[in-house]
């Protein structure tokens, strides 16, 4: 994804049991190649990762003042 993931959006080489398509590929991005699947990470199945991932998402968000924008 040339400019980069969005938060919540699947990434576009996720084949239909969301398994990555590029694995072992030398195209795949090194940011995915060097990922560990840690269980702090990625839970005991697809559903807590996934609510781990999105509250580490949350937690790293950036708040913006909205006071500074005006």
Sequence with gaps: MPDGKPAGVPCIH?????RCALFGDPSRP?????FDAEEYVCGEDREQALHIISDMEDMTTPIINTKELR
């Design 14 to 18: 996720l084949d239909a049991e969301f």
């Design 30 to 34: 090194e940011v995915c190649a060097k």
